[in-house]
């Protein structure tokens, strides 16, 4: 622990108090349900990390637009009210056990292996990614050549992201961080419910 003195030390990132510098990465977990709705088994999930201690746990990719962006079978959305109160269970079950969780929001881009809305990928430019699809994720043979997203379509991606956020009942409820560059956004999901 010499090397790592300030790991259990209090931190803030933003306007998110920590109670330790211990976060657990996001893992693609593909285990809601098929309507994109998160279930028990993800409470659990998430809720086993803060309880054993660590401070900030970064949810899976969750897709924030019922056109494009949803990359696996059974992934989590963010697509709706429905679906952002579907994480309310979550929420609660780690903050019970003292921890924050943030959501990573995801547009699969030209890596779709599954998507319920579209049989189409759509992509910055049009170049087919190497390998395999993965069929436990919902995806069988090479990857498709996705089209070349248009600059309407990048402004509808980005708005995606900036409205997956916003809960309609309470529109001042979230926290994000959206840099058009790097193509990061954060949801605290702890102010959305």
């Given at each position: 622990m010499n090397h790592y003195p300030n790991l259990f030390s209090e931190?803030?990132?933003?306007?998110?108090?920590?109670a330790n510098r211990l976060a657990v990465a996001p893992m693609t977990r593909t285990s809601a349900e098929p309507s994109g709705l998160v279930n028990e088994r993800m409470v659990r999930y998430y809720s086993r990390f803060a309880a054993g201690g660590f401070s900030l746990i970064i949810t899976e990719g969750t897709y924030p637009d019922k056109g494009y962006s949803q990359g696996?079978?059974?992934?989590?959305?963010?697509a709706d009210e429905e679906q952002a109160e579907a994480w309310r269970p979550v929420v609660d079950a780690v903050h019970r056990e003292g921890g924050r969780i943030v959501c990573q929001l995801m547009h699969a881009g030209a890596l779709v292996q599954y998507n319920r809305f579209?049989?189409?990928?759509?992509?910055?430019?049009?170049?087919?990614?190497?390998?395999?699809?993965?069929?436990?994720?919902?995806?069988?043979?090479?990857?498709?050549?996705?089209?070349?997203?248009?600059?309407?379509q990048i402004e509808e991606v980005i708005d995606s992201f900036a409205k997956a956020r916003c809960v309609p009942s309470r529109p001042d409820s979230t926290e994000s961080k959206f840099m058009?560059?790097?193509?990061?956004?954060?949801?605290?999901?702890?102010?959305?419910?």
């Amino acid at each position: 622990m010499n090397h790592y003195p300030n790991l259990f030390s209090e931190y803030r990132i933003g306007s998110l108090p920590l109670a330790n510098r211990l976060a657990v990465a996001p893992m693609t977990r593909t285990s809601a349900e098929p309507s994109g709705l998160v279930n028990e088994r993800m409470v659990r999930y998430y809720s086993r990390f803060a309880a054993g201690g660590f401070s900030l746990i970064i949810t899976e990719g969750t897709y924030p637009d019922k056109g494009y962006s949803q990359g696996y079978a059974n992934q989590p959305g963010m697509a709706d009210e429905e679906q952002a109160e579907a994480w309310r269970p979550v929420v609660d079950a780690v903050h019970r056990e003292g921890g924050r969780i943030v959501c990573q929001l995801m547009h699969a881009g030209a890596l779709v292996q599954y998507n319920r809305f579209t049989q189409r990928a759509i992509a910055p430019s049009a170049v087919q990614p190497k390998g395999k699809q993965l069929e436990e994720h919902g995806g069988e043979g090479p990857f498709a050549l996705p089209e070349a997203m248009t600059t309407a379509q990048i402004e509808e991606v980005i708005d995606s992201f900036a409205k997956a956020r916003c809960v309609p009942s309470r529109p001042d409820s979230t926290e994000s961080k959206f840099m058009r560059r790097t193509g990061i956004c954060w949801i605290n999901l702890s102010r959305i419910i």
